[in-house]
């Protein structure tokens, strides 16, 4: 059984920096595509990073870019999003989720985890 866990949201103030986990069991995702998605109410689901169990290459939203980095640790099984320079803005539910086509789309990925809420105060 596949299994798609994030941790690490929560509160943080503007300019802060908080890193999500994504620990991933139930099969081998060495042939996958990871991503980190999020979704505010009343707004279609974005994708933001996704990386590339084999190899590392990564990418990103242009909203993120150089704010947010994705990362894997092959021994843990697990993919990190590690977010930096925070706004208001960035508040929503993260989702971790894996692909085994490109991932481009939200569509393409048939394993999701449950969210982890990230909230940013002004």
């Known amino acids: 059984q596949v299994q798609l866990v994030e941790s690490g949201g929560g509160l943080v103030q503007a300019g802060g920096s908080l890193r999500l986990s994504c620990a991933a069991s139930g099969r081998t995702f060495r042939d996958y595509v990871m991503g980190w998605f999020r979704q505010a109410p009343g707004k279609e689901r974005e994708i933001v990073a996704a990386?590339?169990?084999?190899?590392?290459?990564?990418g990103y939203a242009d909203s993120v870019k150089g704010r947010f980095t994705i990362s894997r640790d092959n021994g843990r099984n697990t993919v990190y999003l590690q977010l930096d320079s925070l706004s208001p803005e960035d508040t929503t539910v993260y989702y971790c989720a894996a692909s085994r086509s490109n991932g481009a789309t939200p569509m393409e990925y048939a394993y999701w985890g449950q969210g982890t809420q990230v909230t940013v105060s002004s």
């Open positions: 990386i590339r169990w084999s190899g590392g290459s990564t």
